[in-house]
């Protein structure tokens, strides 16, 4: 294992950030690339990840690494340094507003510029060529302030990758994740075993995400070049929702680690034996389905309905309580789906997103995103 250090770029004088990362593997052309706590707040994946360190290390001792691993255990120090009065506030860069998932650059007309003249017949050149274009990207690109050079750190080891798993977690929540269409088969084994109740899919969510932007590239590149040059599928991202924010515990943490070790065992990144395939809770569907909830007017949040429910439309889901008017405003499902998520917290102001329902069939279009 090789631990690196990435100073980040110091936002005022007598402060130093830095992200740090954990190599396993050296040598092997396949990689995996696995990040916890993008938002900061969000504690279960780095857990996992503090588990994963020591799978990977006994792995690699064992010489059973078939992939070059890369694992970011605490990807934002901005947000975890983030602290109000007691209160924890990730999510948001407070300085600029940004939300921390989002805005990251899209590399793919750079990339063409710089290959379109270089790339060959032969595919494993032209992987490198085009992780080596990616490297040239960001020393020709320097982050002007902290928060973008975080971005940058993270994505120039990121999506040089062949599979990208970036671990969150959700207000209250079930197990879920975000993916693309074409990544789905391949990421479908580690929704099984992670027993991953909801598989949202997008083509493109809006807004920039980590995940998507680390898949551009490859996606961009194969769209404009890929009839004149043999091309590697280039990178599958996922980001998994592991729960809520107040689900973090050792057993927890270690039955995910496992979860993501057979997955990476059936993908062919480690050698041996996976574990059995559990069955797929629930077939992948679109992002586009999820009905978000939001409620009318400020008062107390009183849930009627359990996260893991179904929900028929025109249901209750919660009720707004507002003590002073006696207004008692229900929340109904129009469209209904499986309640995935809800706010943990019980105060609600006027718009807030109190429930979100997967259901099957597409309802929005634009961002797709939680705002
Ligand atoms: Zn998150």
Redesign the pocket.
Known sequence: MQQRHHPLLSASLGTQREIISYHFGENCPRQVYIQAA??GD?LPGVAVAWYLKQKFSELEAAGHLLAQVTLVPVANPLALGQHWHGSHLGRFDVHSGQDF?RRFPALGPSLVTQLSSVLTQDITQNRQLIRDAIQHYFDAHQPVTELESQRHTLMRMACQADLMIDM?CDWEAIPHLYTTPQAWPDIEPLARYLGSAVQLVAEVSGGEPFDEACCEPWQHLQRTLGDRFPLPQGLKPVTLELRGVRDVSHSQAQQDAEAIINALIRGGYIAGTAAELPPLIHPAMPLAACEYIATPHSGVILHRRDIGEWIKPGEVVADILDPLTDQLTPLQAEHGGLLYARHWMRFATTGMLVTRLAGTDAIREGNLLVP
């Open positions: 993008l938002h969000e998932n969150h």
